[in-house]
């Protein structure tokens, strides 16, 4: 069957980028494919779950923008959708003299940015969080909590509902690009013609660029983001998110406490690096994946520069005492029998060549393909002004 757009990937990207093309063009011929057997199965439904404010992106940067929009669209695409969200705020709480520099920073950051900011006494943040400790704090009172899977399911029966075909448990083996569209085949047999290919495949997105013939000049890196559950009598412990101050020379946020829409409270993620792509377990791994990374000299690169990181990353994932003393920084209360359910997600991290990891959006295009090669987070609270600008990419093209 023959379509005028094609969309790889059934996370929270993929949908609604879909939705964005049936908004402008009702007449379109929309069809999603998507490998596994239900939507948001990898990074958007193992997240944290936060719509961000959008306080540590660079001023003027395309992430910077699109979470600021993505926040408020978010909220507004929960509200008319039934979707149970939450605007509990966020505390980010300095515990040195170190973060107490970095934090000041980060307040000029956010104010740049337009986002509502207040600067939190000590005295004060004992007053609103009675378990917390630091020597300072912001409060992000814009930031929120929300369930991406109740939104991918909603986006879902939107394009359901619009006449797109959505297409589960079809793995793409094959892409061809000529003069007048695009053929997508399947390990299921079918072929797909299409004028139009967006591809929003997340931690399979370089395999997928190259399928289509790209050559992407850089790698996915799997980084899993390990986590524990509070028990339930610890469930009120705070009121907001609570983060550390980050340090600028990291891409990762650093271990935090997360109240989740559904009551529960998690402390993390940490980011160690991964040995399979998609493999949750902690002793997950996949060979294929393990090759990718090591042929890969950017790869190596990274390693060189940031070892220490990694091995006290990896330190923490293996020490449960470890990573409590992490999280005891600025809540103290905590013990070890408060380290409870282990869970983790897993980060689609580009890594290019020079070892770098790419902060911002990847975008890929030929004349008829456009490929989404790096979303990292707020992808998820950006989603919708994302589409947007896959969109607008696709008819300026």
């Known amino acids: 069957m023959s379509y005028s757009h094609c969309i790889i990937g059934g996370g929270i990207v993929g949908l609604a980028t879909a939705m964005e093309i049936m908004r402008r063009d009702k007449s379109a011929r929309i069809v999603l494919i998507e490998k596994e057997d239900g939507f948001a199965r990898h990074q958007t439904g193992h997240n944290s779950g936060v719509i961000h404010a959008g306080v540590y992106y660079a001023p003027g940067s395309l992430k910077a923008r699109l979470c600021r929009a993505g926040e408020r669209e978010t909220k507004d695409f929960c509200t008319q959708h039934g979707i149970k969200f939450e605007t509990c705020g966020k505390l980010i709480v300095s515990t040195d003299p170190v973060e107490l520099e970095r934090m000041h920073a980060l307040i000029g950051r956010s104010r740049e940015n337009g986002i509502e900011v207040q ?39 939107l394009l ?12 793409v083996n094959g892409i061809r690009e000529d003069g007048t569209g695009v053929t997508i085949t399947t390990q299921s047999g079918e072929t797909i013609r299409t004028e139009r290919l967006i591809a929003c495949a997340g931690l399979q997105s370089d395999r997928i660029a190259r399928l289509g013939g790209l050559q992407p000049k850089h790698r996915i890196v799997p980084f899993r983001g390990e986590y524990y559950t509070l028990p339930a009598s610890r469930s009120s412990i705070v009121k907001h998110l609570i983060y550390p101050v980050p340090d600028p020379a990291l891409q990762f946020l650093g271990i935090h406490l997360t109240r989740m ?37 950017g790869f190596w690169r990274l390693a060189g520069t940031h070892w220490r990181t990694g091995l006290d990353e990896f330190g923490n994932s293996l ?33 290019m060549q020079d070892g770098t ?38 008819q300026a093209a």
Request: aromatic residues 6%; positive net charge; charged residues 20%.
């Open 119 to 157: 600067e939190i006494s000590p005295a004060q943040l004992r007053r609103l969080e009675p378990n917390i400790s630091g020597n300072g704090a912001i409060l992000v009172p814009s930031t929120g909590i929300v369930d991406y899977r109740q939104v991918c399911v909603a986006m879902a029966q």
């Open 357 to 394: 990891l790419l902060q911002d959006f990847l975008i890929m295009q030929t004349e008829r393909q456009l490929h989404v090669c790096n979303a990292p987070s707020p992808a998820a609270t950006s989603s919708i002004p994302i589409g947007g600008e896959i969109v607008d990419r696709l």
């Open 319 to 351: 020490s449960r005492r470890r990573y409590l003393e992490m999280c005891r920084k600025y809540c103290p209360g905590l013990t070890m029998a408060d380290m409870t359910k282990p869970g983790a997600g897993i980060r689609a991290q580009a890594v």
């Open 261 to 297: 829409i559904d009551g529960r409270v998690t402390v993390g993620p940490n980011a160690v690096l991964g040995f399979h792509r998609e493999g949750y377990p902690k002793t997950s791994f996949n060979p294929r994946d393990m090759l990718d990374m090591a042929a890969f000299r």
């Open 160 to 171: 359901r509902d619009g006449g797109a075909n959505l297409l589960l448990g079809r793995k």
